[in-house]
């Protein structure tokens, strides 16, 4: 990696010197290679990824602004995104974690409740995204229902067919898709500008007890689709949800949607990373059908 073209896009966007000094990688991404960029006294968080995946990291650029702009809860401040010979890089401020605690959990709870609050004009983003390195259109709508069926659930379903994973679990996710407006009886979910993809690797805690939220797939959708996918894999705590929903509570419903949102991500892992997810996906499709046929 040509380090010091890096290095001199970063002086000229920032104004300020910055002398390469070292570049020590990092663990823990599944789909970009992350590095801790050292200079005399400053650091950077830099991904990489090849260059024709440069309009993911300008789309992560733009939602960190986005969640910054808001003002609820601590994200990366990101500093530049571009290209350099055969890769595109993203440079992030570079943070240093502390551990988790009871009170950053709760705090992290509040917190994202204050992002999710403000009201946002429609369903969608201003632009197209990643969620992984697949695809996520955020065409805007006014109907949540036709954005989660058609944008979401609909398009993992159909990559899913080309991928070779046809049989029941196309047959029962077209079921679902038909019915999908049973679950939201009731229920009329509001455009919140949502992170995306937050599971428990992309939060973390600073040296100072505050919540960070990093690796977004932002767009404006309904909430409950942010807290679902916290429950997916694990790694929040009772305080977390607690906190949430003391500052605004959850919709009765929310136990059965929640299925409905990870079903997107599940879809997502299987076209991502195979057919171990096949039958978990076709499960929830089962349980949701379920839930409708009560």
């Avoid at 006294?41 to 991904?47: C, I």
């Avoid at 909430?223 to 949800?241: Q, V």
């Amino acid at each position: 990696m040509n380090w010091q073209a890096i290095s001199d896009q970063i002086r000229l966007k920032t104004g300020r010197d910055f002398h390469f000094a070292a570049a020590q990688p990092l663990g823990g991404g599944d789909i970009n290679s992350a590095y801790h960029l050292q200079g005399r006294d400053r650091s950077y968080f830099v991904k990489l990824n090849r260059r024709e995946l440069a309009d993911m990291f300008a789309a992560e650029f733009a939602g960190l602004r986005e969640i910054a702009a808001v003002g609820a809860i601590r994200a990366p401040a990101p500093v530049i995104h571009g290209e350099a010979g055969t890769q595109a890089y993203l440079v992030l401020e570079y943070l240093e974690f502390g551990a988790s605690t009871r009170q950053s959990q709760r705090l992290l709870g509040q917190q994202l409740a204050d992002l999710h609050r403000p009201r946002q004009a429609y369903f969608g983003w201003h632009r197209d995204n990643t969620i992984g390195s697949t695809p996520q259109v955020n065409t805007r709508s006014v109907d949540w229902v036709a954005f989660w069926r058609d944008l979401r659930l609909g398009y993992q379903l159909r990559l899913a067919a080309r991928n070779g994973y046809a049989g029941r679990l196309q047959t029962q996710g077209e079921r679902l898709c038909s019915a999908l407006a049973g679950l939201f009886d009731g229920y009329q979910p509001q455009p919140s500008l949502l992170h995306g993809d937050l599971w428990a690797g992309n939060s973390a805690t600073d040296r100072q007890g505050r919540p960070v939220i990093f690796d977004p797939a932002c767009y404006y959708g309904d909430r409950e689709a942010d807290i679902a996918m916290t429950e997916l894999f694990g790694g929040y705590g009772k305080d977390f949800y607690q906190a949430y929903n003391e500052s605004w509570p959850l919709d009765a419903g929310y136990p059965v949607r929640k299925t409905l949102y990870n079903l997107y991500h599940v879809l997502n892992h299987l076209n991502l990373f195979g057919g171990g997810y096949q039958r978990q996906a076709e499960n929830m499709t089962m349980q949701l059908l379920s839930e409708l046929s009560a």
